[in-house]
Every structure is written in structure tokens, then in C-alpha cells.
């Protein structure tokens, strides 16, 4: 009961950390868009900006979550982006938008993305490292949809008829109303993380400080020396790409199937559905069969699906068509991320070592953040319509044949380097 909780605790704050920065946009790109008056290219930038900050912040994270406790951290992180909801509330202009989202980078990176990792290593022990990240992501994919589809219908009970006949006013006011319910949610899941997470201090002997800062220096270094740290880090960046695109689906549902705001928005909540039930399908599966396996599974069905997109025939077309594509991209993007920090594991990284090796990987793992929002705001804005979402599909099964490249290499560097 007591270990249940506490990946509850992890998975619950594992995703809200993450609702107003990400999830709120991913919802509702296009209602955000019109109620705050900015172009694709403006909200990219925005996220950049969350990027540029994470990417110093990852490196810093990684020695951070290898010295102190996990509770405190990840509490501490929690409470601060809750409290930038409150900013985001007001419908800041572009500039404050910007530093919000820098912000962000900072409170959702240096204080918890580095430590949320560590705790669920150390949850899963030496034989389940697969299930317990494919947990984690399924429960926060789970998470996630629930709390996307309470918004959706928040958002349409707010407003006072149709969506399409909303007045601008009305839609501003229903969107408000959803980032309250975002911000809320936040803020609770930070009391719960400080009530059911433990508090300890990993790294050092009997908790000492000096030993933990050693420690954790010398993960970095160790980190930095392994080929594997460095495949598992191409792994994550085209992985991870995928993901940003994400954002993309419900802005695709309303230029190539004509859906209204609710509806379009209902395209993005299935996605992450379908998160819940391949992350946790693949953890299983990676423990049975190795996490890189499944990796190399996952781009192929990316790439598939992305080409698909990519090409164009199946617009004109049965909406279905087009929403089956989006699940099956859906589910080799959402496979990666249930298992691709499983891979720490498997490349024989020392269990001291992982919030330096987590850190080490996400600088480069994560430059989607830096420069997946501005590079669809470009391809979106500059051909309108179908053509854009075309073009950014294509770049995500570009950098689907890199990661897969990547997972055959890894998977051949750790057999060699490991003793049978």
C-alpha cells in the first residue's frame, strides 16, 4: 500500500508540474491562440524560451536531485508553477508570456524533473525499471486525460451556447476558468506530494553532505564518459520531438476536418488517452524484452504514422481516416516515452549516478523545448492549412529514422559492453 502511494504521489506530480505550461496549450492551442491574440510563431517562441532555460537547467537538476530529498523538491516545484498560473490568468501580454514560460523552465526542471526520475528509479528496483517508468508515464497520460476531459467540459459548460457561435468575450472567459481549474489542481498536488512522498536525502553515507556533492560531481563526469549516456540521449531528442508534435493534433483536427474549438480540443484529449495505454503496455513489455526493443518498435510505428500524415492522401478523406493515423502515431510516441529512461538501467548506469545521468541526457534530450515551438511556428504559419501540419510531420519522421538509427546502435554498444 505504502510503495502504491507513493507512485501515485510520483505519477500525479509527475504530470501537473506540467499542466499550465504544456498540457493547457496542448488542449487548447487553438482557443489560447485567439483569446491571448499571438500567432503560432509567439507561442513557439514562448516555449523556446521554457527551453533555453530548461537546457541549464537539466545539467544543474541532475547533481541537485542526487544531494536532496525528492519531497522537498518536487513540493517546492509544484507550489511555484501553481503560483504561475495565477500570472497566466490574467491573459499577460507576449513579453510576460515569455518570462512566465521561462520561469516555468526553471521551477519544472532544476527543482523536480531530475528528482522525479531518480524517486521512480529507486521505486523500481533492480528487476522492474520497464514497469515502473511505463507506470509513470501511462499514470501520468492517464492523469492527464482525465483532467483534459474535465476541462473540456468545463470549458464548453462555461460557455453559454454552441462554441462556434461563442462571442470572443465568452471564450475568454470559459478559457480563464479552465487555467483556475489547471492552477488548483497544481497547487493540491503539491500538498499531497509533501504529505505521501518520503523524505530522505539520497546520496553520501549516513546523509552527508559532502560525501552527497562528491557524488554527485563525479555522476556527471561518469555519466559523460559512457557511449551509451550519449545514444540514450539521441534517443530521447527524436523521441522527444514526436512528443512536441503533439501539440499539433488538435490544431490539425480543426484546418484538415473543419472541427469547432470543443471538438478539436477533444482530438488533443484523446492523445492522451492513448498515452496511458501504450506507456504502461511498453514498460511491461520492456521488462520482458529489453526497454531498447521496444524502443526500436516505437519509431517505426512514429515514423509510419508521420509519413502518413506527411503525404497528404488522406485529406479529402473519412475524418476517421486522419484521427486512426493520429492514435497510431499516437502510440509509437507514447511507447518511447514510457521506456526510454528505462534505459539508464539497461546501459549499466550506477543507480548513485542517476539524477547526474538524467541530467546529462536531458540537455540534450530535451532541445525540443528550445526548438520545436518556434520551427512549427514557422513551417504552421508560413503555409497555411493542411501544407503546414504536412511539413511538421515530416521533420518528426525525419528525426524518427535518426532515433531509431540510435536505438540499433545502443542496443548493439550494450550487449557488447556488457558481460553475459
Same mark, same amino acid.
Given at each position: 500500500?505504502? $510503495?502504491? /502511494?507513493?507512485? +501515485? !504521489? =510520483?505519477? @500525479?506530480? &509527475?504530470?501537473?508540474?506540467?499542466? %499550465?505550461?504544456?498540457?493547457?496549450?496542448?488542449?487548447?492551442?487553438?482557443?489560447?491562440?485567439?483569446?491571448?491574440?499571438?500567432?503560432?510563431?509567439?507561442?513557439?517562441?514562448?516555449?523556446?524560451?521554457?527551453?533555453?532555460?530548461?537546457?541549464?537547467?537539466?545539467?544543474?537538476?541532475?547533481?541537485?536531485?542526487?544531494?536532496?530529498?525528492? $519531497?522537498? /523538491?518536487?513540493? +517546492? !516545484? =509544484?507550489? @511555484?508553477? &501553481?503560483?504561475?498560473?495565477?500570472? %497566466?490568468?490574467?491573459?499577460?501580454?507576449?513579453?510576460?508570456?515569455?518570462?512566465?514560460?521561462?520561469?516555468?523552465?526553471?521551477?519544472?526542471?532544476?527543482?523536480?524533473?531530475?528528482?522525479?526520475?531518480?524517486?521512480?528509479?529507486?521505486?523500481?528496483?533492480?528487476?522492474?525499471?520497464?514497469?515502473?517508468?511505463?507506470?509513470?508515464?501511462?499514470?501520468?497520460?492517464?492523469?492527464? !486525460? =482525465?483532467? @483534459?476531459?474535465?476541462?473540456?467540459?468545463?470549458?464548453?459548460?462555461?460557455?453559454?451556447?454552441?462554441?462556434?457561435?461563442?462571442?470572443?468575450?465568452?471564450?475568454?472567459?470559459?478559457?480563464?476558468?479552465?487555467?483556475?481549474?489547471?492552477?488548483?489542481?497544481?497547487?493540491?498536488?503539491?500538498?499531497?506530494?509533501?504529505?505521501?512522498?518520503?523524505?530522505?536525502?539520497?546520496?553520501?553515507?549516513?546523509?552527508?553532505?559532502?560525501?552527497?556533492?562528491?557524488?554527485?560531481?563525479?555522476?556527471?563526469?561518469?555519466?559523460?564518459?559512457?557511449?551509451?549516456?550519449?545514444?540514450?540521449?539521441?534517443?530521447?531528442?527524436?523521441?522527444?520531438?514526436?512528443?512536441?508534435?503533439?501539440?499539433?493534433?488538435?490544431?490539425?483536427?480543426?484546418?484538415?476536418?473543419?472541427?469547432?474549438?470543443?471538438?478539436?480540443?477533444?482530438?488533443?484529449?484523446?492523445?492522451?488517452?492513448?498515452?496511458?495505454?501504450?506507456?504502461?503496455?511498453?514498460?511491461?513489455?520492456?521488462?520482458?524484452?529489453?526497454?531498447?526493443?521496444?524502443?526500436?518498435?516505437?519509431?517505426?510505428?512514429?515514423?509510419?504514422?508521420?509519413?502518413?500524415?506527411?503525404?497528404?492522401?488522406?485529406?479529402?478523406?473519412?475524418?476517421?481516416?486522419?484521427?486512426?493515423?493520429?492514435?497510431?502515431?499516437?502510440?509509437?510516441?507514447?511507447?518511447?516515452?514510457?521506456?526510454?529512461?528505462?534505459?539508464?538501467?539497461?546501459?549499466?548506469?550506477?543507480?548513485?549516478?542517476?539524477?547526474?545521468?538524467?541530467?546529462?541526457?536531458?540537455?540534450?534530450?530535451?532541445?525540443?523545448?528550445?526548438?520545436?515551438?518556434?520551427?512549427?511556428?514557422?513551417?504552421?504559419?508560413?503555409?497555411?492549412?493542411?501544407?503546414?501540419?504536412?511539413?511538421?510531420?515530416?521533420?518528426?519522421?525525419?528525426?524518427?529514422?535518426?532515433?531509431?538509427?540510435?536505438?540499433?546502435?545502443?542496443?548493439?554498444?550494450?550487449?557488447?559492453?556488457?558481460?553475459?
Amino acid at each position: 500500500m505504502r $510503495r502504491g /502511494l507513493i507512485l +501515485l !504521489a =510520483l505519477i @500525479a506530480a &509527475g504530470e501537473a508540474v506540467f499542466f %499550465l505550461p504544456f498540457v493547457l496549450a496542448r488542449v487548447f492551442r487553438p482557443t489560447l491562440l485567439d483569446v491571448f491574440g499571438i500567432t503560432n510563431l509567439e507561442l513557439g517562441t514562448a516555449f523556446s524560451l521554457y527551453g533555453v532555460v530548461a537546457m541549464v537547467a537539466y545539467f544543474a537538476g541532475g547533481p541537485l536531485a542526487d544531494r536532496f530529498s525528492a $519531497r522537498r /523538491l518536487m513540493a +517546492l !516545484a =509544484l507550489l @511555484a508553477t &501553481g503560483l504561475g498560473g495565477i500570472v %497566466l490568468a490574467g491573459f499577460p501580454p507576449p513579453r510576460t508570456m515569455n518570462m512566465l514560460w521561462a520561469f516555468w523552465g526553471m521551477t519544472t526542471v532544476l527543482l523536480f524533473w531530475a528528482a522525479m526520475i531518480r524517486a521512480t528509479r529507486e521505486w523500481g528496483g533492480q528487476s522492474k525499471q520497464g514497469r515502473a517508468y511505463g507506470l509513470l508515464d501511462g499514470g501520468r497520460g492517464l492523469l492527464a !486525460a =482525465l483532467v @483534459a476531459s474535465i476541462s473540456v467540459a468545463v470549458f464548453a459548460a462555461l460557455l453559454p451556447g454552441e462554441a462556434s457561435s461563442a462571442t470572443p468575450e465568452e471564450r475568454a472567459a470559459a478559457f480563464r476558468g479552465v487555467i483556475w481549474v489547471f492552477t488548483g489542481i497544481t497547487l493540491g498536488i503539491a500538498v499531497l506530494v509533501w504529505i505521501l512522498v518520503p523524505d530522505s536525502t539520497p546520496g553520501g553515507e549516513a546523509g552527508d553532505p559532502e560525501s552527497s556533492q562528491k557524488l554527485s560531481l563525479s555522476g556527471v563526469k561518469a555519466a559523460c564518459r559512457m557511449p551509451a549516456v550519449w545514444l540514450q540521449a539521441i534517443i530521447v531528442v527524436c523521441a522527444y520531438t514526436g512528443y512536441k508534435a503533439t501539440d499539433d493534433f488538435s490544431l490539425l483536427s480543426r484546418d484538415a476536418l473543419g472541427f469547432d474549438d470543443v471538438q478539436a480540443s477533444g482530438i488533443g484529449t484523446l492523445a492522451f488517452w492513448i498515452r496511458a495505454a501504450a506507456a504502461i503496455a511498453a514498460g511491461y513489455l520492456g521488462d520482458r524484452i529489453d526497454a531498447s526493443r521496444v524502443i526500436v518498435w516505437g519509431f517505426a510505428i512514429l515514423i509510419g504514422g508521420c509519413l502518413l500524415i506527411a503525404s497528404g492522401v488522406l485529406v479529402p478523406g473519412p475524418a476517421w481516416m486522419l484521427i486512426a493515423t493520429i492514435v497510431t502515431a499516437s502510440v509509437g510516441i507514447y511507447a518511447l516515452r514510457g521506456v526510454y529512461f528505462a534505459l539508464l538501467a539497461e546501459g549499466a548506469v550506477p543507480l548513485a549516478y542517476t539524477g547526474s545521468a538524467a541530467g546529462v541526457v536531458s540537455v540534450l534530450g530535451f532541445t525540443p523545448d528550445v526548438f520545436m515551438g518556434p520551427l512549427m511556428g514557422v513551417l504552421l504559419d508560413n503555409s497555411p492549412g493542411l501544407p503546414g501540419h504536412q511539413h511538421v510531420f515530416a521533420a518528426v519522421a525525419g528525426f524518427g529514422a535518426i532515433g531509431l538509427l540510435a536505438a540499433l546502435i545502443f542496443r548493439r554498444v550494450t550487449r557488447v559492453s556488457t558481460p553475459a
